[in-house]
């Protein structure tokens, strides 16, 4: 079975500076796509960026972009220019491109606070 | 324009009275989910349907039950609401090659 692993509980970062959320996942399937996704305090979930397993270029989106490392099973996240809307748990999540119904599979999140 | 709608936003409920939640999908995905999310956790997967086949997460409690009548609507049922069943629940569709697509969710509160 899947698994998605955040190892950062909890994160904070300075408005305007970078971070770095990490996520790790397990996996013997060779065909899936990985995502980021935020929940604001509203708890609606948003989609930030996602990443085609096949694909060996990061995904960017504006301000969000990926290390995305197949090998290592690694999917990290950065946010550049950090702003304070962009305070929220953050999920890592996984779908299986391989079976007929393709469930999320979440991480337990990484809270992340902007410090003015 | 949203593509999945959960009602309500909020639902509030008496200890074993029961309760339905609604979900609905604009963009003709087989597959719509349910979640359950309790504060600070991730999504927990209950069930899904494909198409019309239900199929029910291994730990789902038989309290929860859903229907799905037609492509577009999805309903969870709580039969006898408890108060750990207080949470967020969060519907998705999905279809091959896509990302999910959740609604807003209906925060449940228990009385």
């Known amino acids: 079975a899947q698994t998605v692993t955040q190892s950062q509980p909890e994160m904070s970062v300075q408005e305007a500076e970078t971070v770095t959320l990490s996520c790790t996942y397990d996996t013997s399937e060779s065909d899936y796509y990985l995502f980021w996704y935020k929940q604001p305090p509203s708890r609606q979930m948003i989609l930030v960026i996602r990443q085609e397993a096949y694909k060996q270029q990061n995904a960017t989106e504006n301000r969000f972009s990926v290390n995305f490392q197949k090998a290592a099973k690694s999917f990290s996240l950065k946010i550049s220019d950090s702003q304070l809307g962009d305070a929220a748990m953050y999920f890592c999540a996984y779908r299986s491109q391989e079976t007929s119904y393709d469930k999320v599979i979440f991480g337990p999140g990484t809270s992340l606070s902007v410090i003015p | 324009d949203a593509m999945v709608i959960q009602n309500p936003r909020y639902q509030v409920t008496q200890f074993g009275k029961p309760v339905t939640l609604s979900c609905s999908q604009t963009l003709n995905h087989n597959v719509m989910y349910w979640y359950q999310q309790k504060s600070s956790q991730a999504p927990k997967l209950l069930f899904h349907y494909y198409d019309k086949d239900f199929n029910n997460e291994a730990d789902t409690p038989d309290n929860f039950q859903s229907r799905r009548p037609n492509t577009s609507f999805c309903f969870l049922d709580i039969r006898s609401p408890g108060l750990g069943d207080a949470a967020m629940y969060l519907c998705?569709?999905?279809?091959?090659?896509?990302?999910?697509?959740f609604g807003q969710g209906t925060r449940l509160t228990v009385v």
């Open positions: 998705d569709t999905g279809q091959l090659n896509t990302e999910a697509f």
